[in-house]
């Protein structure tokens, strides 16, 4: 018998997927801001909505109805993986590691058991961060790079939307600009062009 938990979405349900918007949400709107730090406090397993450096917040909605709420920010500074991958060495990476951003939040709000939600709200959105990020912060973004707790997800929507698996971190997060404290829980590392021919 076939997982229900992957099937294919009905007519009705493919009706909500077609009618998703995404915004990205103005860091100036307390009472929005609050209400995302709320959410991501009440349903993010990580429990807070804090990022580092330039960031960018994002509300994937349904007839005006908040459905997911996703978070961008600085890069991760040190990606042995990452680097080897991209072809950077240590110079390359100084200079270059602002055009990379870190999706580093990323919330399905409960309520809306639709197949496809979360793979269709990242598609949206990286088809806009780069844009996006240059308006907001004069550059674009070349390269996404997301961290999956394998011990809890599967990172099915990156999968499903061209993101490549690199492999696992070393098992610490970063606290600060350019500090780490070990959590012992290694992620998987995943990454996507930003552009086409980056």
Same mark, same amino acid.
């Given at each position: 018998?076939?997982?229900?938990?992957f099937?294919?979405p009905?007519?009705? +349900?493919?009706?909500?997927? &077609?009618?998703?918007?995404?915004?990205?949400? &103005? @860091? &100036?709107?307390?009472?929005?801001? +609050?209400?995302?730090?709320?959410?991501?406090?009440?349903?993010h397993?990580?429990?807070?909505?804090?990022?580092?450096?330039?960031? $960018?917040?994002?509300?994937?909605?349904?007839?005006?109805? =908040?459905? *997911?709420?996703? /978070? =961008?920010?600085?890069?991760?500074?040190?990606?042995? &993986?990452? +680097?080897?991958?991209?072809?950077?060495d240590? #110079?390359?990476?100084?200079?270059?590691?602002?055009?990379?951003?870190?999706?580093?939040?990323?919330?399905?709000l409960? !309520? $809306?058991d639709?197949?496809?939600? *979360?793979?269709?709200?990242?598609?949206?959105?990286?088809?806009?961060?780069?844009?996006?990020?240059?308006?907001?912060? !004069?550059? @674009?973004?070349?390269?996404?790079?997301?961290?999956?707790?394998?011990?809890?997800?599967?990172?099915?929507?990156?999968? *499903?939307?061209?993101? +490549?698996? $690199? /492999? *696992?971190?070393?098992? #610490?997060?970063?606290?600060?600009?350019?500090?780490?404290?070990?959590? !012992?829980? @290694?992620?998987q590392?995943?990454?996507?062009?930003?552009? @086409?021919?980056?």
């Amino acid at each position: 018998m076939a997982n229900s938990r992957f099937r294919p979405p009905a007519p009705s +349900e493919q009706e909500i997927l &077609d009618g998703v918007q995404l915004r990205l949400l &103005d @860091p &100036d709107d307390g009472p929005e801001r +609050e209400r995302f730090r709320s959410l991501m406090e009440k349903h993010h397993y990580l429990n807070n909505d804090t990022m580092v450096g330039e960031q $960018l917040r994002y509300v994937a909605e349904v007839d005006g109805r =908040w459905v *997911a709420l996703l /978070g =961008w920010s600085a890069a991760a500074n040190h990606l042995k &993986d990452r +680097e080897q991958w991209v072809g950077w060495d240590a #110079s390359q990476r100084r200079r270059r590691l602002a055009l990379v951003a870190n999706n580093a939040r990323y919330l399905i709000l409960p !309520g $809306l058991d639709c197949p496809n939600l *979360a793979s269709r709200v990242l598609a949206l959105c990286c088809a806009r961060l780069s844009g996006d990020w240059q308006r907001c912060y !004069g550059h @674009p973004v070349l390269l996404a790079e997301s961290f999956v707790d394998s011990q809890l997800f599967r990172g099915t929507c990156y999968k *499903a939307q061209g993101w +490549e698996l $690199l /492999g *696992a971190t070393q098992g #610490s997060g970063r606290s600060r600009q350019d500090y780490y404290t070990a959590h !012992g829980r @290694p992620k998987q590392l995943w990454v996507r062009a930003a552009i @086409p021919k980056w």
